[in-house]
Nanobody, 113 residues
Framework: QVQLVESGGGLVQPGQSLRLSCTAS????????MEWYRERPGKQREVVAQ???????NYGDFVKGRFSISRDNSKNSAYLQMNYLKPEDSAVYYC???????WGQGTQVTVSA
């Protein structure tokens, strides 16, 4: 049974940080690219960051050096360190492993003063 669990979201003030985690079970992740997506209210789901199996990283244009994606294949996990958060970063964040059709429940990030 495949399960993806995102965690680490919460309510923070602008300028603060959060670290999101994504842990997969029931699938092998070592050879898969991994992506963080987010879905803001009234907006389409968009890619936040991607890390390939070989460690190549790409970020959405809006990240502008504020976020950092990483992975630990030994733990079937990936992470998103988010710094200097802005109110417009408020969204539900999801992780996705390439080649699967599985999504987790997401983790809510709210940035508000």
């Amino acid at each position: 049974q495949v399960q993806l669990v995102e965690s680490g979201g919460g309510l923070v003030q602008p300028g603060q940080s959060l670290r999101l985690s994504c842990t997969a079970s029931g699938i092998e992740v070592g050879f898969r690219a991994m992506e963080w997506y987010r879905e803001r209210p009234g907006k389409q789901r968009e890619v936040v960051a991607q890390i390939t199996s070989t460690g190549v990283i790409n970020y959405g244009d809006f990240v502008k050096g504020r976020f950092s994606i990483s992975r630990d294949n030994s733990k079937n996990s990936a992470y998103l360190q988010m710094n200097y958060l802005k109110p417009e970063d408020s969204a539900v964040y999801y992780c996705y492993w390439s080649g699967t059709n599985y999504w987790g429940q997401g983790t809510q990030v709210t940035v508000s003063a």
